[in-house]
């Protein structure tokens, strides 16, 4: 079964207490979502919550909504594992990706994903006992390949953190100069949950060239007829539309990527 969702983030400034949080949903749930992403829920997380995890779980069950995933930080994950569970539980999510390295790790340098590689199997084991997988989400920097040579970052995630799923986000693929379709055939069996975005370019007034900037899925220039059948033979079940910064209304956006996300997926 190939479910959708809204990532919260792409909706970060209108969640910051239980009102914005509940038109959230009810419009996300109008547009057709399956389900959303916690991540950056300022109304649940930040530092004046006024909705709790398990009030939170009731207003998706009341919008008919699953949470279909969770962003939480790698240094809570590993030293308070049993709390992040209890979250986990109460928002009703049994997937949760590390989403960048904000702590004592150096997302730059490449060691920091070997010591990251080294710390994930107890957590990981721990999580799954739980009921909960836990996974990575990349962005474009695990993908610079270190001065002096040696592998990049993420080919370091493969390679030594085998009990790790890939949360892959494709815009973040495209923008490391990879082809996501390409990465998708060495994912088979560790990428059930993908991030769907779409890149076009825009150039700023005081730029001499273009660059990189976020789209509705199917409005940019990434090649979905060969990313979207790629990943559904890697295994991806759980689609994740994302956009970090739009150019027009934000449920405008959503609801033109679910749309063309949709009928992709009714393909399958």
């Known amino acids: 079964m190939h479910r959708l969702a809204a ?19 009810r419009r996300v749930k109008a547009i057709g979502y399956d389900g959303v992403q916690f991540s950056t829920v300022a109304a649940v997380e930040g530092p004046d919550t006024d909705t709790s995890p398990a009030e939170a779980r009731r207003m998706l069950d009341g919008e008919g909504l699953e949470c279909l995933g969770a962003h939480r930080g790698w240094q809570a994950l590993r030293n308070d594992t049993a709390a992040e569970i209890d979250y986990l ?4 999510c049994t997937y949760v990706a590390v989403p960048i390295f904000r702590d004592e790790y150096d997302r730059y340098d490449p060691d920091s994903y070997r010591r990251f590689a080294d ?17 990575y989400h990349n962005h474009a920097h695990e993908f610079a390949r270190p001065e002096g040579g040696g592998p ?7 390679d030594e953190a085998p009990a790790l799923a890939i949360e892959l986000d494709v815009y973040w693929v495209a923008v490391g100069g990879v082809d996501p379709a390409r990465l998708l055939e060495r994912l088979h ?26 789209a509705p899925v199917g409005e940019g220039n990434l090649d979905w007829h060969a990313i979207l059948p790629a990943a559904r033979d890697a295994g991806t079940t759980v689609w994740i539309v994302e956009q970090d910064v739009f150019l027009r209304d934000p449920y405008d956006s959503l609801r033109s990527s679910h749309d063309f996300m ?5 393909r399958f």
């Not at 539980?89 to 009703?92: E, F, N, R, Y």
């Not at 990049?152 to 493969?158: E, I, K, N, S």
């Open 189 to 214: 069996g560790r990428v059930d949950y993908l991030h769907v975005k779409d890149l076009t370019l825009v150039r700023d007034e005081d730029e001499s060239h273009p660059h990189p900037f976020f």
């Open 7 to 25: 990532q919260l983030y792409s909706l970060r400034d209108e969640i910051h207490n239980r009102a914005g949080l509940a038109n959230a949903l």
């Open 89 to 92: 539980h109460a928002i009703g």
């Open 262 to 266: 949709r009928a992709a997926l009714d």
């Open 152 to 158: 990049a970052p993420f080919d370091t995630l493969l």
């Open 119 to 135: 710390a994930v199997p107890p957590v990981a084991a721990a999580l799954a006992a739980a009921g909960i997988a836990l996974g």
